[in-house]
């Protein structure tokens, strides 16, 4: 599957850390979508098919934790974990806890990109 028919749901109320990964991945030809909270997210999810999500943690409404299992429950998409708080989740606990990937704020877009392709590599 080529970059351009992939399609990812990048999670976070705050534009200063989803704003550049969205140009970036969008600028390498996914198909890239926003939610500001995660009732928005899991009403974009169960209306479009992604091939990946990537979720804040402190998004309001419905935690990066608890969407992520609801998204686990629904169908297999891989997930990528994003905090700014390391000691609020390591990428040991998030890997335990069934993420894909995780990413600590502020991330590089060069970091992004990597954990981005490890997800599809799989």
């Known amino acids: 599957m080529s970059a351009e028919t992939r399609r990812i ?3 976070d109320d705050e534009p200063l850390s989803s704003d550049p ?3 970036m991945l969008e600028k390498e030809g996914f198909q890239v979508d926003t939610a500001l909270d995660g009732l928005e997210a899991q009403k974009k999810f169960s209306e479009n098919t992604y091939d990946l999500v990537v979720t804040d943690l402190g998004i309001p409404f419905l935690d990066g934790i608890r969407l992520m299992e609801w998204i686990k429950e629904t169908r ?3 997930v990528i974990l ?3 708080f390391a000691e609020y989740l390591s990428e040991e606990a998030a890997h335990e806890i069934g993420a894909d ?3 600590l704020k502020p991330f590089s877009l060069k970091q992004a990109r990597k954990i981005v392709q490890t997800c599809f590599s799989f």
């Open 76 to 78: 297999s998409v891989p």
């Open 101 to 103: 990937g995780y990413l």
């Open 9 to 11: 749901l990048i999670v």
């Open 21 to 23: 990964m969205k140009i």
């Open 82 to 84: 994003m905090t700014g």
